[in-house]
């Protein structure tokens, strides 16, 4: 693994928000000025097959990065924030309703943030 890999997996791990590439490249940017964000790309890519960090896809938006540790996401529709939250695990019972094995599945719920909702009151 590459010096800068383990930054960014240290970056991920050691957050509470989901951030995109450009938003790890300029955090990273701060202690690592020759850095270059195709060297965030290129790592991000690597660590996410290597399933050591989560890529959350995001509609018509940057995709964001995440830890491994299992959890959902909670979407907002409108300012796309992501909340991490902990519904019961449906591995079983989607194992059953498929009649196989699954090695995963991912979670997006999607909604309006307290946020977003209170300004739709206006």
Do not use: W
């Amino acid at each position: 693994m590459t010096a800068y890999a383990k930054k960014i997996l240290n970056l991920i791990n050691g957050s509470s928000s989901h951030m995109t590439a450009e938003q790890i490249f300029l955090e990273l940017k701060k202690t690592e000025p020759k850095i270059v964000l195709a060297s965030v790309y290129n790592n991000l890519g690597t660590l996410s097959a290597e399933g050591l960090i989560r890529k959350i896809g995001m509609d018509g938006a940057a995709d964001r990065y995440d830890k491994t540790i299992k959890h959902d996401h909670l979407v907002c529709k409108k300012c796309g924030k992501i909340a991490d939250f902990g519904f019961t695990d449906l591995t079983e019972g989607l194992q059953k309703e498929l009649n196989c094995g699954i090695l995963g599945y991912d979670l997006k719920i999607y909604y309006l943030c307290a946020e977003c909702k209170a300004a739709q009151n206006y």
